[in-house]
């Protein structure tokens, strides 16, 4: 049974994400006997998609064109579902991130197929198709059976490892004969954050909550994060008040993330906040609180005022850096 993978860019690059997806579907075409073919849609170079053949595609398609300058979740279904059906591939895999979430229902639905959101590993068995995956916000594991010919499945970030194994490189143009009266959708305008590290991308976070009283006390919590090259987050309230860009939370609502560290400043752990941060390698909590919740998931906790503890940690964190 051959894979499709779908990879979208960010301007005209791959991210880890996506060789992560690569790996994940070369380790499972080992289990169906199939092959493994991308679909990067966009502007990528040859030398980007080339990058793909390392992890294990055996055929890189790339549909390119100005019906793909904005993300229209039909126009890009209907492409990856004619990618499937010409390359006669029954599974088709993306990432559980915003962009997966909005377009792999609308595959389903084209191809008839079965929908498993959230994936954490590779499927426990062929015949019966079963997989494991996230379910009540990440509060649990559950495993989900696709009885239908054709799967499509969402993988959770970072659930997967990078499996180098380089394939020769074979690409080819794909045309999905969509014309421009297709897209149903204009796109007004894009606000990019460029000067920051984006979340999904980042191996550690520092995130922060409404302990943290007032804006004006993130300066800490910036510090801390720039001496450790990690991004900065925080949870929903802090983001509603205006204290903090909405590009900025995490949760049910906001990003989903699973960074290798995560440090909770100041915020109770509610379910809806935990749903975003519950795969986190590992979980530093800092609350006065020595029942808030967010002990409960925490790998650490320093049962402390934020306000002392934090610049003890970035005074840490500096030595730290220093005599390395
Ligand atoms: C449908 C729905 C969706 C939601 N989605 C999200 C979501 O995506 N993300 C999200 O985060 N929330 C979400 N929420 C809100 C969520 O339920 C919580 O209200 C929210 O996470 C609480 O934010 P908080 O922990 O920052 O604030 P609080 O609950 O007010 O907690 C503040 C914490 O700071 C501690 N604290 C106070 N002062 C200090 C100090 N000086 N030092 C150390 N600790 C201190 C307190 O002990 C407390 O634990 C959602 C809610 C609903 C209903």
């Given at each position: 049974m051959s894979i499709l993978v779908y990879l979208e860019n960010w301007d005209g690059k791959f991210k880890k994400s996506s060789f992560e997806l690569v790996s994940y579907a070369k380790a499972m075409a080992e289990k169906t006997g199939g092959d493994v073919?991308?679909?990067?849609i966009g502007d990528v170079s040859e030398t980007e998609l080339q990058e793909l053949s390392k992890y294990g595609a055996s055929k890189i398609l790339s549909a390119k064109g100005d019906i793909y300058k904005s993300l229209d979740n039909a126009v890009y279904s209907k492409t990856i579902s004619a990618a499937a059906q010409t390359q006669d591939?029954?599974?088709?895999?993306?990432?559980?991130?915003?962009?997966?979430?909005?377009?792999?229902?609308?595959?389903?639905?084209?191809?008839?197929?079965?929908?498993?959101?959230?994936?954490?590993?590779?499927?426990?068995?062929?015949?019966?198709?079963?997989?494991?995956?996230?379910?009540?916000?990440?509060?649990?594991?559950?495993?989900?059976?696709?009885?239908?010919?054709?799967?499509?499945?969402?993988?959770?970030?970072?659930?997967?490892?990078?499996?180098?194994?380089?394939?020769?490189?074979?690409?080819?143009?794909?045309?999905?004969?969509?014309?421009?009266?297709?897209?149903?959708?204009?796109?007004?305008s894009v606000d990019k954050v460029t000067d920051k590290l984006l979340l999904s991308d980042a191996d550690i976070v520092v995130s922060a909550g409404r302990g943290m009283k007032a804006p004006e006390n993130w300066?800490?919590?910036?510090?801390?994060?720039?001496?450790?090259?990690?991004?900065?987050?925080c949870s929903r309230p802090v983001s509603d008040e205006g204290w903090r860009g909405h590009e900025e939370h995490v949760g049910q609502t906001g990003k989903v993330i699973a960074p290798n560290l995560y440090f909770a400043f100041g915020?109770?752990?509610?379910?809806?906040?935990?749903?975003?941060?519950?795969?986190?390698?590992?979980?530093v909590a800092i609350n006065t609180d020595a029942e808030a919740p967010i002990f409960g998931a925490a790998?650490?906790?320093?049962?402390?005022?934020?306000?002392?503890?934090?610049?003890?940690?970035?005074?840490?964190a500096k030595s730290f850096k220093a005599s390395v």
């Amino acid at each position: 049974m051959s894979i499709l993978v779908y990879l979208e860019n960010w301007d005209g690059k791959f991210k880890k994400s996506s060789f992560e997806l690569v790996s994940y579907a070369k380790a499972m075409a080992e289990k169906t006997g199939g092959d493994v073919t991308v679909l990067s849609i966009g502007d990528v170079s040859e030398t980007e998609l080339q990058e793909l053949s390392k992890y294990g595609a055996s055929k890189i398609l790339s549909a390119k064109g100005d019906i793909y300058k904005s993300l229209d979740n039909a126009v890009y279904s209907k492409t990856i579902s004619a990618a499937a059906q010409t390359q006669d591939c029954k599974i088709i895999v993306m990432a559980n991130n915003n962009t997966g979430k909005g377009i792999a229902p609308r595959v389903a639905v084209r191809l008839k197929a079965g929908l498993v959101s959230g994936a954490t590993a590779l499927p426990l068995s062929i015949e019966p198709f079963q997989v494991q995956k996230n379910v009540f916000s990440g509060k649990a594991q559950g495993v989900q059976q696709v009885n239908t010919r054709n799967k499509v499945i969402t993988l959770a970030q970072n659930s997967f490892m990078l499996m180098e194994n380089e394939l020769p490189f074979a690409h080819e143009v794909f045309d999905a004969g969509i014309g421009a009266e297709e897209l149903k959708t204009e796109l007004m305008s894009v606000d990019k954050v460029t000067d920051k590290l984006l979340l999904s991308d980042a191996d550690i976070v520092v995130s922060a909550g409404r302990g943290m009283k007032a804006p004006e006390n993130w300066g800490p919590v910036e510090e801390l994060a720039q001496v450790l090259g990690a991004a900065t987050a925080c949870s929903r309230p802090v983001s509603d008040e205006g204290w903090r860009g909405h590009e900025e939370h995490v949760g049910q609502t906001g990003k989903v993330i699973a960074p290798n560290l995560y440090f909770a400043f100041g915020i109770s752990g509610a379910i809806q906040h935990l749903a975003g941060v519950s795969s986190s390698k590992v979980i530093v909590a800092i609350n006065t609180d020595a029942e808030a919740p967010i002990f409960g998931a925490a790998d650490y906790g320093i049962i402390g005022d934020l306000k002392e503890v934090l610049p003890k940690l970035v005074e840490a964190a500096k030595s730290f850096k220093a005599s390395v």
